[in-house]
Every structure is written in structure tokens, then in C-alpha cells.
């Protein structure tokens, strides 16, 4: 049993070293340590919240995120004690995106996140359970440091993304609906829509470093048809078994890589008939490999492999905000 697990009944006895607040006097900042991590450029900024939740604010998740005043992070990550009564569970695997707001999957986070949990002691096994937003995920660190991550069954359904498709006729490819969606300024793209845990609409382009990516890249993140918004991925085939990647994340605009956004791609290309069941995956800041045997079975589960890095750990001040 992992040590998050086996030390609940410690919760509120002597705190270890971790993202405890530091201690402090009256109207002195809270103070937090915390770690620095990276998976194929996609950034993190890591607490330990197993001892004890710090209680920050969405405001103070920003500031964590923020790249001139904070630490700079494309999410902040919270590895917490499993749900009370959870069985077979870890953790809870907790996001945020820098924009303050909690979100349901990180596949790069995932990788940081057994990573973390292994280098600081919090569980000894190679393959650990946890708990998201909606979701339970199995983390295996590899013999060779990579680290691969079982995200589950995509999501096909509108409803369920979810995606507002009331009014649209799709174009079926390889039997499979392919949406219009229109983005105003007489622009309008064909996207695929599916979850991974979190929304995404992926296109496909004929260069992925000249795709219009931070101009139609906001005006699909927020489109009306998309109720909790969406992650925007622009891809482009290179082979049946090679793509390149962007995407523009929900709440955190382009990022380096995104790891569900490579499980979306590869999932929907395949899906297409344009790609096979093992894909790598070339993003801006490293590369990704993506598994699905979707096209026998829509069911199976998507795994992702990649490396996740350890950059540094630190205490920072806090700023005493609160609300939104």
C-alpha cells in the first residue's frame, strides 16, 4: 500500500516535508514548497497535499502559473489521499489549469505524477492507481524512466464530450461524423470530437508549423458548442505511423505538448483510416507514443508512453487572495 494510503489516519498529526505551508507569524505570506516537472515540454508545477490540502484559491493557482511573477506552469498539479472509501485507489490525481480553473485529465501530468509520487517515497510500486475528476487511471514507470499511462476509453458521443451537434450535418469518414463548425470572419473548419476524459476537436492540416493555430485556436477553445470548452488540436499525417501535433489547451492557450490531445489525434486517425494502431507522436517540445487497438475493438483502452522530468524544487510566497 502506497504511503498516502497506509498514513490516512495522520492527516492531522505531524506534517512531513511536502507542499505543507511553510510555518508562519501573523500577516507573513503562506509560503509553499513545491516541484518543477516537465513531460515533452508540456510544465507542471507539483504539490504534495497528502498530509494535509493547502486550500488555494483559483487566483492563487493563476499566480502559481503565471510565468513573470510565479513559478510558470501550463497546469498545477495536487497529488491528494484517495476518496474516502475508494478501493484499489492510490491517489486523487487533482488539475489545475493556469487559468485557476480545475480540470478533468492531464495525460502529461499523469506521467509527472508517478514520477513524483515514486522519487519522494509517497509509494514504492512501479504502477500506481488514481483518481481524477472523472476517471481512474493506471501510471507504470518503465525500466527505462519512461513513464506509460493507461487514459481509458475514448468518448464518442456529442452529449457526453460534450458538444452541442443540435442543427449540424456531418460528413461521415470511414463511418465516423466529422462536424462543420463555424468560427465567424467567413471561417469555417471540419473537426473530429471526442473526450479523453476532457473535450478536444481535432483538424487535420496540411503543415501542422504553418496551421493557424493561435488565431483559430481561441475561436474553438470557446465556441458555443462546446459547454466546458474544448482543446483544440491541429494535426498533421506524416505516415500511418508518425503525425505532428499542436494544440491549443482549455485555459492554457498553445502548449509545448498535450497528452491527451496525442491520444485524441492518434484515436481520431485512426478512427479515419488514416493512421495504424501504434503512432509517434511529434510535438514542439518532444515526442509522445500513442496505442489504441481501436479499430477492432472502440472500447479499448488508449495508452500513452513519454518521458516525465524532474527540474527543480522550491518554496515560493504566496499572495493573500481569494475568490475567482
Known amino acids: ?36 516537472m516537465q513531460g515533452a515540454g508540456n510544465d507542471f508545477v507539483v504539490l504534495d497535499e497528502t498530509r494535509g490540502l493547502l486550500g488555494l484559491t483559483p487566483a492563487q493557482y493563476r499566480f502559481l502559473a503565471d510565468r513573470h511573477f510565479g513559478v510558470g506552469a501550463d497546469q498545477i498539479l495536487s497529488v491528494r489521499p484517495p476518496p474516502a472509501g475508494a478501493r484499489d485507489i492510490d491517489f ?17 501530468g499523469a506521467r509527472c505524477f508517478v514520477r513524483y509520487v515514486r522519487d519522494r517515497g509517497l509509494c514504492e510500486r512501479d504502477t500506481v492507481r488514481v483518481q481524477t475528476l472523472n476517471r481512474v487511471l493506471q501510471l507504470h514507470l518503465q525500466p527505462d524512466g519512461r513513464v506509460s499511462v493507461d487514459m481509458g476509453a475514448p468518448v464518442f458521443e456529442p452529449q ?5 451537434a443540435s442543427g449540424l450535418q456531418p460528413r461521415l469518414l470511414a ?42 485556436g481561441p475561436l474553438i477553445e470557446s465556441h458555443r458548442r462546446f459547454a466546458q470548452r474544448v482543446n483544440a488540436g491541429f494535426a498533421q499525417v506524416i505516415s500511418r505511423q508518425e503525425i505532428r ?8 492557450g498553445e502548449t509545448l505538448a498535450c497528452g491527451t490531445g496525442a491520444c485524441a489525434a492518434v484515436v481520431a486517425g485512426i478512427r479515419q483510416g488514416l493512421l495504424d ?11 509522445l507514443r500513442i496505442e489504441w487497438a481501436g479499430a477492432s475493438d472502440l472500447s479499448a483502452p488508449v495508452r500513452l508512453s513519454g518521458p516525465a522530468v524532474r527540474v527543480y524544487e522550491g518554496q515560493i510566497e504566496l499572495p493573500e487572495v481569494s475568490g475567482r
Not at 500500500?1 to 503562506?30: F, W
Not at 490525481?93 to 495525460?107: K, M, P, R, T
Open 92 to 108: 486523487s490525481y487533482v488539475i489545475h489549469n493556469a487559468d485557476g480553473g480545475e480540470v478533468e485529465h492531464c495525460g502529461n
Open 1 to 36: 500500500m502506497c504511503r498516502a494510503c497506509a498514513g490516512l489516519a495522520d492527516l492531522h498529526g505531524k506534517p512531513r516535508m511536502g507542499s505543507i505551508a511553510v510555518p508562519r507569524t501573523d500577516n507573513e505570506p503562506m509560503r509553499i514548497q513545491f516541484t518543477k
Open 245 to 252: 501535433l499542436r494544440v491549443f489547451e482549455r485555459g492554457a
Open 160 to 164: 457526453r464530450v460534450p458538444f452541442d
Open 277 to 287: 494502431e501504434a503512432v509517434e507522436v511529434h510535438t514542439r517540445g518532444g515526442q
Open 175 to 216: 463511418g465516423w461524423p466529422i462536424w462543420p463548425l463555424d468560427l465567424g470572419l467567413d471561417a469555417s473548419v471540419e473537426v473530429a470530437v471526442l473526450s479523453m476524459g476532457n473535450p478536444h476537436a481535432l483538424l487535420w492540416v496540411d503543415d501542422v508549423e504553418q496551421a493557424p493555430v493561435l488565431s483559430w
